[in-house]
């Protein structure tokens, strides 16, 4: 049988596969600490899981409007509005099945075939795909460690072409943790200015996940006219602790948000009304927690980066939020395992740390960047605790 062209351009998501691989071994009864979830340890809060179960008993299951209910609409308006400082109208706001599918949406709804999409490396393992399936080309520049692994003024303005159409920001960044402060966006703001026939598409979906007291700032907010083509995708996953929910969404112009319901619309329907129900009173609850919950995650990032700083040849990237540690393995390439194999690339030292030490870890080459791995503190302490010694002693068995 034929299959597409598209699905061949398309590949399997490299965080799943070694969820799946983890997942099996613990079923055989092997003691895996997995160190590579993207979803919070904590539990969803009390009144969302109350809303949701409500939402069941009184029979709201049904279909809604397909860009999200309007009270939901409204909501997020609202929360955006004072989350980052930029004022919306439930008519500028969808609400999809995740925050993945608020990003795809948009992007089909802004670019075609012929025009390029502009972001930087490491990226999120998903960017690249979702450019692919709009038929755009992915225009990837790569950042360092020494600069933060941040997109400079300089590298945009390299990057930018005539045919390119949109340019996607992560902040804070998944997988490295790096948060843009406001000097930095505002420089890169100047030089997007001066290009206006480019889309600004900003995912913010750990914007509450910011350590060390450092605010989160987000580019629709430095300049109007920026706003003006700014998408900023944000949804209850990682701040609410509610991956499983699939509720995300966009804030950005009007005829934008109406063109990716469209798309919405053909595709996935609507998001699901449970979800949304339980979404509406996230939002509108208490959420002193979160303090809570960043400290713990502060906690989780020092004891992790103090205990592997420790190991030679594994090098920690200290960040500024969300819950990961992007560290250079690069000393691991072209050693020997005790089988007597080669670590070859940063694919084989996830595989080996897996078999060798239980611990399970995301490559770096699945975020664009190769001689890393990423390793997750979405976690206990008492597991960093547990799997640091097991990552010590399987590198040193390494020759």
């Given at each position: ?7 061949d351009?398309?590949s ?22 997995s160190f590579?979830?993207?979803q ?20 709201i299951?049904g ?10 609409r ?7 509005s ?9 008519n ?19 670019v ?16 690249p ?18 600069e ?8 945009l ?10 340019v996607?920001?992560?902040?804070p ?9 406001e000097?930095?966006?505002?420089a ?49 996953s990682?701040?609410f ?26 595709t996935?329907?609507c ?7 339980a979404?509406?009173?996230a ?5 002193s927690?979160?303090?809570d ?89 008492k ?9 010590a ?7």
């Amino acid at each position: 049988m034929k299959y597409s062209i598209l699905s061949d351009k398309l590949s399997n998501s490299p965080t799943l596969a070694i969820s799946a691989k983890a997942k099996k071994l613990a079923s055989e009864g092997l003691d895996v600490i997995s160190f590579s979830a993207g979803q919070p340890d904590f539990e969803t809060p009390a009144p969302a899981k109350a809303a949701g179960i409500e939402a069941i008993e009184n029979n709201i299951t049904g279909y809604t409007a397909s860009s999200g209910t309007p009270r939901l609409r409204e909501l997020v308006a609202r929360w955006m509005s004072r989350e980052i400082g930029v004022e919306y109208k439930p008519n500028q706001v969808i609400v999809s099945s995740g925050a993945k599918f608020a990003i795809a949406a948009s992007i089909l709804a802004t670019v075609e075939a012929g025009d390029e999409v502009i972001f930087t490396a490491p990226y999120w393992v998903s960017y690249p795909d979702m450019v692919k399936l709009s038929g755009a080309e992915p225009v990837i520049v790569e950042t360092h460690r020494e600069e933060g692994f941040k997109l400079t003024p300089d590298a945009l303005e390299s990057a930018i072409t005539p045919k390119t159409r949109m340019v996607l920001l992560n902040s804070p960044s998944n997988p490295t943790g790096a948060v843009y402060s406001e000097a930095e966006i505002r420089a890169l703001a100047d030089v997007l200015a001066k290009y206006p026939e480019i889309w600004i598409l900003s995912d913010e979906i750990y914007s509450r996940l910011v350590f060390d007291g450092k605010p989160h700032v987000s580019i629709a907010a430095v300049s109007p006219e920026l706003a003006e083509r700014t998408i900023v995708v944000n949804g209850v996953s990682k701040a609410f602790a509610m991956t499983g929910w699939r509720i995300g969404w966009a804030a950005g112009p009007a005829e934008l948000i109406a063109r990716a319901g469209k798309i919405q619309s053909h595709t996935t329907s609507c998001p699901s009304s449970i979800s949304q129900h339980a979404a509406e009173k996230a939002l509108t609850a208490d959420d002193s927690f979160m303090e809570d919950w960043c400290a713990q995650y502060e906690r989780r990032r020092d004891l992790f980066a103090k205990l592997l700083e420790t190991i030679p040849g594994i090098e920690p990237f200290i960040p500024d939020g969300a819950f990961y540690l992007f560290c250079s393995i690069r000393p691991w390439i072209g050693k020997t395992k005790p089988d007597g194999t080669a670590i070859s690339s940063c694919f084989d030292a996830a595989e080996y740390l897996l078999e060798d030490a239980l611990i399970a870890a995301v490559p770096g080459g699945a975020f664009g960047a190769g001689g890393n791995i990423r390793f997750s503190f979405a976690c206990s302490e008492k597991d960093i605790e547990r799997g640091v010694p097991r990552i010590a002693e399987a590198i040193r068995k390494l020759k």
